[in-house]
């Protein structure tokens, strides 16, 4: 995917500076400035070659033969030995001991197989930059990172003219029942393939525990296509563009309409540095996972010995 240009991040006013341009260039209403409107979600992963996929639909290579570097052999990560229904389904088994909820909430034991980490089609996104960059930090130190940015009106009204002929104009009003649709077909016929849906759908969860308000959480599911969201829009047409502030003036047209999709790179260098300044603005372990699990990788992750930063401190 060719984007016209991609800052590097050093540090974190870097990062919040470019944020801030593309909120001046991409606002969600010329008219109108709304202060309680979320334009822009965001997703930080820790390694830049990951990609925007779901991960039961993720695929890893492995060597075809232990002996022979070379030779490497795609594999599904989670669906060589069973279906995303058998995953899904064991799932609800294994967890309805510990959840009370009817085996009739489809959509709301999906949300719960994604929140506490079983492989579904649901990919998280974030309301919160400063969440997506420590995402991006907090681990692969020596990786390059990424935080991918969506301008989520103009997504959704890309994604919206796909359910013109799928559910009524009183429905379409309300993701979820779209979502409640995909995951019913998963679990009664074993796969959905309606061709109307092939857009992610992009949808607020309701908040099940702490944590997913802490980290302000958004979700897409994936309809009928299982390549990556990146790949899916590959046009230049899509792809929101960084100009410097001594470039142009604040403008509004078919661009800022349209265009959806942007990414920064964070350096691996400087991960580290980031994770310390992001911790003195209250973003850590802590805070984004409350209760003692959280507390307990805060202060492992504070004092752990990192050999590059203690070279600058010497």
Request: hydrophobic share 35%; glycine share 4%; net charge negative.
């Amino acid at each position: 995917m060719q984007i016209e240009k991609e800052p590097e991040i050093f540090c974190l006013s870097d990062y919040l500076e470019v944020i801030e341009r593309l909120k001046e260039d991409y606002p969600s209403d010329p008219m109108i400035n709304n202060p309680t409107e979320t334009v822009f979600l965001y997703r930080g992963m820790a390694d830049k070659s990951y990609k925007l996929i779901p991960s039961v639909f993720r695929e890893q290579e492995d060597k075809f033969d232990p002996e022979d570097s070379e030779r490497t052999v795609k594999n599904k990560t989670y669906c060589t030995w069973a279906s995303e229904k058998k995953i899904l389904q064991s799932f609800i088994q294994e967890a309805s001991c510990y959840v009370s909820l009817p085996s009739s909430q489809l959509l709301q034991w999906a949300e719960y197989a994604q929140h506490y980490g079983a492989p579904t089609r649901f990919l998280d996104w974030t309301g919160n930059p400063l969440v997506a960059l420590y995402f991006a930090c907090k681990d692969k130190h020596d990786c390059n990172a990424v935080v991918w940015i969506l301008h989520a009106p103009n997504y959704e009204k890309l994604s919206a003219l796909q359910f013109l002929n799928y559910v009524s104009a009183l429905d379409r009003k309300d993701p979820k029942i779209l979502v409640a649709d995909i995951i019913s077909d998963i679990l009664k016929n074993g796969e959905f393939q309606n061709c109307d849906i092939q857009y992610p759908i992009l949808y607020t969860p309701y908040y099940v525990d702490a944590r997913m308000s802490a980290q302000n959480s958004r979700f897409m599911v994936w309809g009928s296509r299982r390549e990556s969201f990146e790949d899916m829009f590959t046009n230049q047409e899509y792809q929101m563009s960084y100009i410097e502030k001594s470039q142009v003036g604040k403008c509004y047209g078919v661009k800022q309409e349209k265009e959806f999709l942007y990414r920064l790179f964070v350096s691996s260098d400087c991960k580290q540095d980031i994770l310390r300044e992001l911790d003195t603005v209250g973003i850590n372990e802590k805070t984004l996972f409350p209760g003692l699990d959280g507390i307990g990788r805060y202060i492992e992750k504070k004092y752990r010995l990192d050999y590059r930063e203690m070279v600058e401190c010497l």
